[in-house]
């Protein structure tokens, strides 16, 4: 019933965002790759992501539209989960899984809301081809690449179309330190309901368009100011998880009913654009048997030639 809904609302904010069609243009580009080697150097769970958006609109003045359909982002996402020990997995662990998507989404301002809309096709399993990916850069590195066995009892090959939500509104806090709370809702691949704020210390990032990684919760530029500095972010979030596929019940694994993220990290502008993002995020405990969370780290560069 929930895929059902989601793949409706996919078909809806399409349609929606087809018919405010206008002369448009390509208004910026941003990416975010996560691995945990960049946090706490292990090999095990959200082990690796990848988050890029397009965005395109008839013209950016430092906020969103009033209407939507103005501004689209074409979002794709790729990520790997796989079990603590890709060789020899413990019992109850979680299964490997690749898991990448193509999305439309529609941003605009109701009021002093500021509103995302979209829905993402998700393809999971062996057709993503990221087992190969992840075992080709593992022989490269000289790290364990996974068993034929893991392989071979990855999620399976399906798609999900996803619905995506956020509302969020910014609160300004006196210097240039600003607030965003925020709520989101996921319904397909994983069906939650997320609530969580966000905290910028600096200038670097305002009057910008940031786009939200689904893995660590990071906002990472997508139409940038030529504004040279430094922000800090701080910020954190809590789910309440109803199922995830890529914790399937059949293999006996059951997804964590709340489920945690906190993050840090600094933006960087210098001269001529060039720009760099660090930041690290503590993912909670997401399945039973579990035995602890992780810390992973997200990196963006950005050197114009």
């Known amino acids: 019933m929930i895929r059902t809904l989601a793949a409706a609302l996919c078909v809806f904010v399409v349609t929606t965002t087809v018919g405010a069609a206008e002369e448009r243009q390509r208004l910026g580009y941003g990416r975010l790759s996560t691995n945990d080697v960049f946090g706490d150097g292990e090999d095990r769970w959200q082990t690796g992501s990848y988050a890029s958006s397009r965005a395109w609109g008839p013209g950016w003045a430092g906020q969103l539209p009033t209407a939507p359909g103005r501004l689209l982002e074409l979002r794709f996402n790729a990520r790997v989960t796989a079990p603590d020990n890709v060789v020899t997995p413990a019992p109850g662990d979680r299964p490997f899984a690749g898991a990448s998507s193509l999305g439309l989404h529609t941003h605009h301002r109701w009021g002093e809301t500021q509103v995302s809309l979209g829905g993402d096709m998700v393809a999971t399993g062996k057709q993503t081809g990221l087992d190969d990916i992840h075992a080709a850069i593992h022989g490269l590195v000289g790290a364990d690449e996974p068993s034929a066995a893991v392989r071979n009892t990855q999620i399976g090959s399906e798609f999900h179309p996803t619905l995506v939500l956020e509302m969020g509104r910014d609160l300004d806090l ?14 397909g691949l994983e069906t939650l309901v997320r609530a969580g704020a966000d905290m910028t210390i600096g200038d670097v990032g305002r009057g910008e368009f940031l786009v939200r990684a689904p893995v660590t919760g990071h906002r990472y530029r997508v139409i940038r100011q030529p504004r040279r500095g430094t922000s800090f972010v701080l910020g954190g979030d809590v789910a309440r998880v109803h199922d995830s596929a890529l914790l399937p019940a059949a293999a006996g694994l059951r997804a964590r009913d709340t489920r945690s ?17 660090y930041g690290l995020t503590w993912l909670g405990k997401e399945f039973r048997g579990q035995g602890e969370g992780q810390l992973t780290g997200s990196l963006r560069l950005t050197i114009p030639f």
């Not at 993220?261 to 993002?277: D, S």
């Open 174 to 187: 006196g210097g240039n330190a600003r607030l965003r709370p925020f709520v989101e809702v996921r319904a």
């Open 261 to 277: 993220r906190m993050r840090a990290g600094v933006f960087m502008q210098g001269r001529k654009g060039r720009g760099l993002f």
